[in-house]
C-alpha cells in the first residue's frame, strides 16, 4: 500500500491522466465514486470529490456520513472516475486500496487549502487513500479495450 | 428485498427519479459496486436495463463482477451523475442470477444491444433506495435533501 506520489513516480503518464479523468474544469473539482463496505458486507457507493496535496491522494468525509463510519472500521475503498470528463472517450481510471486517517491539523490545513471556498467543520476528517492497484481501461476502435494495471510493489 | 415493481408500488416517487437519471443518457449508464473474494469492494461501470417489473445487468463471462456476484449477491448501484443539476440516486441489495430464456429474450428484445450468449443476466433485486438533491450546491451552506426507501 503506498501513497500516490510512488504511483505518480513509477506510472507518471497514467497518473497524469488519472488527473485528468477526475478533474472537471466546469466546477472546478475533482469527481470519482467511491465504494466501501459497511458492517456486515453492507456496501456504500457515492460521488466523492478527491483532492490531492503533497503527492497525497485525500477524501474528506463529511460529518456524521456512514462512508466516514466505513473508512474509520475497515478502509478498504475502491474509487473510480466518472466516465468519459475530460474528452476522451472510453478511458476509465479505477484505483483501491485502504484508507487512513491523515486528520492532524497541520493535514487538514494542507487539503483545505487545496479546494476552493470550502472551510472544513470541527467533523469533517481527512483520509489518505492509498493505493493497492490501478487499472486503467481504453477503449480503441477496431481493437478493442486497452487495460494497463499497477500494483504496489510491482507493474503488471 | 423487493424487486424494482414492489419499489415503484412503494415508492412511486423514488422509482421515478431513479429510472429517470437511469435512463437520462442514450445508454443507460451506472456504476456497481461488488464484494472481491477478499471483502473489499470493487467498483466499475455497468449498463443496467430496467423494465416496469425488474432492474437487470447483464455481465461479460471474464469480468470478475460475475464471480464476485456468484460468490456474494451483494451489490450497490448507483445511477452516473446528470450534467446538469445536482441529483443521485442509488439503491443495494443481491443479485440472482436468471436462467429463464424466456426472461432472458424479452430483456434482450428491449436491450440497446444483444448480449453475447455467455454474458450472465442478472436481477437486482433492492434493500433499500436513496435518492439525494441539494440545496445551496456549492456554497458553504450546502445541505443534503434525502428520501429513502428501506425495506421493512
Redesign the interface.
Known amino acids: 500500500m503506498v501513497r500516490w506520489e510512488q504511483f505518480e513516480k513509477e506510472m507518471p503518464e497514467l497518473a497524469a491522466l488519472a488527473k485528468r479523468l477526475l478533474w472537471h474544469e466546469s466546477q472546478k473539482n475533482n469527481f470519482a465514486f467511491l465504494a466501501t463496505e459497511g458492517a456486515g458486507g453492507r456496501l456504500r457507493l457515492h460521488p466523492i470529490c478527491p483532492t490531492f496535496s503533497e503527492g497525497g491522494l485525500y477524501h474528506v468525509a463529511e460529518g456524521k456520513t456512514p462512508k466516514k463510519r466505513d473508512l474509520l472500521n475497515d478502509g478498504r475503498y475502491a474509487m473510480h472516475a466518472l466516465l468519459n470528463p475530460g474528452g476522451e472517450p472510453g478511458s476509465q481510471f479505477y484505483v483501491y486500496g485502504r484508507a487512513v486517517l491523515a486528520n492532524d491539523p497541520e493535514n487538514r490545513a494542507k487539503v483545505e487549502s487545496t479546494y476552493q471556498g470550502w472551510k472544513f467543520s470541527e467533523d469533517e476528517t481527512v483520509f489518505e487513500l492509498l493505493l493497492e492497484r490501478v487499472l486503467h481501461t481504453d477503449y480503441v476502435d477496431g481493437t478493442g479495450y486497452i487495460h494497463t494495471k499497477w500494483r504496489a510493489g510491482g507493474t503488471s | 428485498m423487493a424487486t424494482w415493481g414492489e419499489l415503484k408500488e412503494a415508492r412511486p416517487d423514488l422509482a421515478e427519479h431513479g429510472a429517470r437519471l437511469l435512463k437520462q443518457y442514450a445508454v443507460a ?1 451506472a ?1 456497481i ?3 472481491r473474494k477478499d ?7 455497468c449498463c443496467p436495463a430496467l423494465t416496469e417489473t425488474g432492474l437487470y445487468v447483464f455481465i461479460p463471462h471474464t469480468s470478475p463482477k460475475l464471480h464476485d456476484l456468484s460468490r ?1 449477491p ?5 445511477t ?2 446528470p450534467e446538469e443539476g445536482d441529483e ?1 440516486f ?1 439503491v ?1 441489495g443481491k443479485a440472482a442470477r436468471v436462467d429463464d430464456p424466456d426472461v432472458r429474450a424479452a430483456m434482450v428484445a428491449t436491450h440497446h444491444y444483444a448480449p453475447p450468449a455467455d454474458e450472465a443476466f442478472f436481477e437486482l433485486s433492492i434493500e433499500r433506495a436513496l435518492h439525494t438533491t441539494w440545496e445551496n450546491w ?3 451552506e450546502t445541505r443534503p435533501i434525502y428520501e429513502k426507501w428501506q425495506e421493512a
Open positions: 449508464m456504476f459496486a461488488t464484494l471483502g473489499a469492494p470493487r467498483l466499475h461501470p456474494d451483494r451489490y450497490a448501484l448507483h452516473f451523475l443521485e442509488y443495494a456549492a456554497t458553504p
